[in-house]
């Protein structure tokens, strides 16, 4: 099982990314997924999550980031996506996709067991 994030890079404040999760030998469209954040020197968060097909695609969203950041997928495609809008400078960080098998999903890291190695975002004027 593998993900692979990307879409990530340097930005703007108040500019916009979208970052992607693809997996291979594994159906994301079975999983709930999570994205997360770590910044240096700080603990990994999560941001957004949205449940497995089979939980109607429910998301939710950290307080910090409610409002500019979309998840959705894209299940022709078994991608998942983080729409990353009106960023500021404490959204850089590494930005990982994380799978869970099940319906529900969490912003809990320990609740998923498959991880990508993340994509950097740095928000810089």
């Known amino acids: 099982v593998q993900l692979v994030e990307s879409g990530g890079g340097l930005v703007q404040p108040r500019g916009s990314l979208r970052l992607s999760c693809a997996g291979s030998g594994i159906s994301l469209g079975y999983h709930a997924i999570g994205w997360f954040r770590q910044a240096p020197g700080k603990e990994r968060e999560g941001v957004a999550c949205i449940t497995s097909n089979l939980g109607d695609n429910a998301t939710s969203y950290a307080d910090s980031v409610k409002g500019r950041f979309t998840v959705s997928r894209d299940n022709a495609k078994d991608t998942i996506y983080l729409q990353m809008n009106n960023l500021n400078v404490e959204d850089t960080a590494v930005y990982y996709c994380?799978?869970?098998?099940?319906?529900?999903?969490?912003?809990?890291?320990?609740?998923?067991?498959?991880w990508g190695q993340g994509t950097q975002v740095t928000v810089a004027s």
């Open positions: 994380a799978a869970a098998p099940g319906d529900t999903a969490s912003m809990k890291p320990a609740e998923y067991s498959f």
